[in-house]
């Protein structure tokens, strides 16, 4: 699925949930979506226009701010259906942290531990941010509730995964430390 396809996906998700204005939705994909999906918000405006344009959207009164809200249409159901019927396409993964790792020989142990304890600290927080979602949800009625909770379930584990693993990556880090002080030069066993 093209990156516009996903964007549209993202857009016309979001308002069907609810009616919203461009910059509710905005929030809505940064603050309830954020968790594993994000969009440039370059893009939200333009997918908006574009959807009004082939009848998946349309504009509702504007607020007291003057901005207008937008809702999805029945036809615009049917697109967003079609859309998340598509295959999803993987894309590469972009992680900075294990690009370093990778060359961790260039960097040393101590610097490579202060990655992984951020990448920790990280997942913690995470856990801790799904805690808050999952208790939001759990509060709610409706048909996507058991879906919204797949997707924390999916985080959760993910956060976990990265935390065992980070206490893995910290006891090698340590072996390494132990390894190199044992062979620096002017060291006798």
């Given at each position: 699925m093209a990156r516009a396809s996903q964007t549209e996906v993202?857009?016309?998700?979001?308002?069907?949930?609810?009616?919203?204005?461009?910059?509710a939705l905005r929030e809505a994909i940064r603050d309830v979506l954020?968790?594993?999906?994000?969009?440039?918000?370059?893009?939200?405006?333009p997918t908006l226009a574009n959807l009004?344009?082939?009848?998946?959207?349309?504009?509702?009164?504007?607020?007291?701010?003057?901005?207008?809200?937008?809702?999805?249409?029945?036809?615009?159901?049917?697109r967003l259906e079609e859309l998340l019927a598509?295959?999803?396409q993987a894309t590469p993964p972009r992680n900075g942290m294990l690009l370093r790792l990778y060359f961790g020989r260039h960097l040393g142990p101590a610097a490579c531990r202060t990655l992984v304890q951020a990448a920790l600290t990280e997942a913690q927080d995470a856990l801790k941010r799904y805690a808050e979602i999952r208790a939001e949800i759990e509060g709610q009625d409706g048909e996507d509730r058991a879906y919204w909770l797949l997707t924390v379930s999916a985080?959760?584990?993910?956060?976990r995964a990265t935390q065992a693993w980070a206490h893995d990556a910290l006891s090698t880090l340590a072996e390494l430390d132990d390894?190199?002080?044992?062979?620096?030069?002017g060291r006798t066993s």
């Open positions: 993202a857009v016309l998700g979001g308002l069907s949930v609810q009616p919203m204005t461009g910059y954020g968790h594993f999906w994000s969009e440039s918000y370059g893009q939200i405006y009004e344009r082939e009848g998946f959207v349309r504009k509702q009164d504007a607020t007291r701010t003057g901005a207008s809200t937008f809702a999805i249409t029945p036809s615009g159901v049917r598509q295959p999803v985080g959760e584990h993910s956060a390894d190199r002080a044992r062979t620096r030069p």
